[in-house]
């Protein structure tokens, strides 16, 4: 199961509790998936997520965090309108 596999990998981490809170949060109904909207705040928590469950990069954290708010946000929109005309189109082209 997925709750058995996090919990083994977390095991292996320097800080278990920390990535074990992550994917909490980042399945719980309030996670980035079930937003209408993404910010900046919630972009540097799953590039922490992601971070916590491989390989790290170094630099990449900082990377997110240094976006601007308006720059994340059209981003996002501009991400959820493509993915919305290729679901539209079926064939995987905008």
Known sequence: SHSKAIEALAAKKQEP??????????????SVGRHSAL?????????EWKLSRGTFRPGLLQKAASNGEAVVKKA??????LLA???ETGDGKA
Not at 17 to 30: C, G, R, T, V
């Open 39 to 47: 910010d900046k705040a919630t972009l540097t928590k799953i590039v």
């Open 85 to 87: 005309e290729e679901g």
């Open 76 to 81: 996002y929109e501009d991400a959820k309108e």
């Open 17 to 30: 509790s920390k990535l074990l809170a992550l994917d909490k949060w980042f399945h719980s109904p309030k």
